[in-house]
């Protein structure tokens, strides 16, 4: 194992010093096994997206895509062998994030290296095909993975914890340094947008994901375009109301600005050593800002600082005596005499160098040995931050269709109950029900106005008139009191019946006495009633109105009605009682 990763170091190492052949950028940074299979995973859900609608993709068909993508890319795949459905796809898409990321993985170095190596340099090829294959593959003995086929332990599993949050956090601490050398990297800015936590979901970095997409430029371009439009734009150029990214504009401003800060430490110290120093203890004061000091990310941040500190201090030594050597060292490249502000161009280009060999030396590390702690969407979380997984961050949140989320038992159980037929409330009526032809609704029969929204007039309401014969001494104004008198007995009132429909004309009558049905004393009511509509402007012709409009009628003491009958006079006397509080009132209502 020693050797082959002398011999990966050596091809990795021929790669940097004559990548500018080659690439169009000297800033591409390099792919290791696991963000392969990360790449791979995105990939294999975009195509399921377009192909079956859905951005999601089984843990088993990534690892047998994973062994056919490693064959198909290093041409070890025999003629007519069997291939995986749409591997075709999922290698165009796998290639596409690369070459949109501005970056290549581990097999493409390989491929290079052959066109990049000087004639008679080496013999024969540093590493094989078939031995990177088995690297990749996780199939090469590395002594440094633990055995995971063996069984589980609480203080194995604590451990085994405490391994992936270590991992996780180193991942943080590498990709806000890739960011610094390549801000092309899609990968290692979902990987940093939200951690340390600010506020930025799934939703933000849908977001942003498809502002990049419009403007057909990387995600921290996008990030940074809008930031700065909002902060130095103006009004001409700032971004419309109705931008989505306006709604996530605090957390992508703090990103932003940790980012410049990154990068001012980076162009400020012109020491490798002490800027690759100060750069980590300003990501890892961000991580445990919110950490306490027995907290496992606490202790996971400050072991990644002390060991990346040291190997960048190695790195810039040796970089150092190579340079003394030889005289030349890797890529990028020296600027330009001509090139604006000189003095700026070289600032942070031996750190930048640095920092390149630090993230090669991570991606010729072995690859994990349980790809379910890499892939899967349980992630452990980082300094608040939702601990979510790559394939979940680039999944568009779903929109909801207004679907209940309740079980069928109870959704079918509410639709038999809408469709169960209601039983009848029965209607609360008033006593004034009897006047209306059809069965008022409840809202009208109770719905009456108060006393303050009484209509008012200047004269109060004229007294009805009978069209009976009123004897000597008989007061008009006592017909209020007599139509709504007591009942009396039953024999008397047949009687008063009798001797009133005997008497009464037929043109006196009204339309309504004249059905058949209905209360006889109802009929005399209504008849009384009708006649004395027609009298009403000779009362108020003749009675002299000295009542006040908000007092109410006196009481009137003669309730004696005489009745002209031929051949004999019928006096009839009507028991006087005392009305009901407020019933006054209700009757010159319902009369006007």
Known sequence: ??????????????????????????????????????????????????????????????????????????????????????????????????????????????????????????????????????????????????????????????????????????RVFCSYLSLLVNSKNDMALALTLNVPCRSLQRQAFTDVKRAARDSQTSLFLAVTSFVRAIQLGGKGYAPAESDPLRKHIKGLSDYVQFMDNLEEILGEIPDPSECGARLLATIRAALVKVSSTGDPVYTAAEETTKELKERIVQLHQTQKQAANVDGTGISPARPKAYAVNHATAYGGRETVKVLTALLDEEAMAPPCGNKADLLSEDQPVLSGAEGTCVLTLFRSPEVSTGCSPEPLRNRVQSRLNLLKPKATQRVIRSQFACTYKDEPPLNRVLDFPSTSQMPSCVHPAPKPTTSLTVADGFNPEAEDTAVFAA??????????????????????????????????????????????????????????????????????????????????????????????????????????
């Open 1 to 170: 194992m020693t050797a082959f990763a002398d011999h990966l170091k050596l091809m990795v190492k021929t790669f940097r010093k004559e990548s500018h052949r080659v690439l169009p950028s000297e800033r591409t940074t390099i792919h290791g096994a696991d963000s392969m299979l990360m790449v791979l995973q995105l990939a294999m859900a975009e195509v399921n997206k377009q192909h079956k609608g859905e951005f999601k993709v089984d843990l088993s068909d990534v690892l047998m895509a994973w062994k056919h993508l490693l064959l198909d890319k290093l041409h070890l795949v025999p003629p007519g062998a069997a291939r995986l459905e749409n591997s075709e796809l999922f290698l165009e898409a796998y290639q596409s994030f690369l070459k949109r990321s501005n970056t290549v993985d581990l097999t493409d170095v390989l491929a290079m290296n052959k066109e990049l190596r000087a004639p008679g340099s080496y013999p024969e090829e540093p590493v094989s095909a078939i031995q990177l294959f088995e690297f990749l593959s996780g199939n090469m003995e590395t002594p440094d993975l633990p055995d995971s086929s063996s069984p589980l332990t609480p203080s194995s599993q604590s451990r085994r914890c405490r391994s992936q949050i270590k991992m996780a956090v180193r």
């Open 487 to 592: 009942k009396p007995s039953s024999e008397s009132r047949r009687k008063e019946c009798f001797e009133v429909q005997r008497e009464v004309a037929p043109e006196q009558r009204s339309g309504n006495a004249q059905k058949g049905g209905g209360c006889p004393s109802n009929k005399r009511k209504t008849g009384i009633q009708m006649q004395s509509k027609g009298n009403k402007r000779k009362q108020l012709d003749s009675e002299p109105h000295t009542e006040s409009e908000n007092e109410p009628p006196e009481k009137k003491q003669h309730t004696r009605v005489s009745v002209k009958v031929p051949g004999k006079n019928v006096c009839k006397a009507s028991n006087k009682k005392k009305l009901i509080a407020g019933q006054r009132k209700l009757t010159s209502f319902f009369r006007v």
